[in-house]
Nanobody, 121 residues
Framework: QVQLVESGGGLVQAGGSLRLSCAAS????????MGWYRQAPGKQRELVAH???????MAADSVKGRFTISRDNAKNTMSLQMNSLKPEDTAVYYC???????????????WGQGTQVTVSS
């Protein structure tokens, strides 16, 4: 199994910055894709950005130019640098990973517990 732990959330004023981190641990062979999702009150969980093991990235239109995703495969960590934060970015941010626990197995999806990001206006 894979355990994911997010950190770095908090309260910030509009226009400010935060950096979220996710650390993966446990028994796994590889993590193919890691991503950040968020869920605001009363809204569906949405994909913010993801990054493959090869370094290819994708970001939602709502955060392009403001958020940057990165990962360190050697350390099994992933980060989300969030700049120019807006009140609408307020949400619980979740780390997600698609990982294989064995070299012959298939990738499965794992989730962290989430970290709160609150952006005041």
């Amino acid at each position: 199994q894979v355990q994911l732990v997010e950190s770095g959330g908090g309260l910030v004023q509009a226009g400010g910055s935060l950096r979220l981190s996710c650390a993966a641990s446990g028994r796994f062979f590889s993590i193919n894709v890691m991503g950040w999702y968020r869920q605001a009150p009363g809204k569906q969980r949405e994909l913010v950005a993801h990054i493959t093991d090869g370094g290819a990235t994708m970001a939602a239109d709502s955060v392009k130019g403001r958020f940057t995703i990165s990962r360190d495969n050697a350390k099994n960590t992933m980060s989300l640098q969030m700049n120019s934060l807006k009140p609408e970015d307020t949400a619980v941010y979740y780390c997600n990973a698609n990982a294989r626990t064995t070299s012959w197995g298939y990738a499965r999806s794992y989730w962290g517990q989430g970290t709160q990001v609150t952006v005041s206006s």
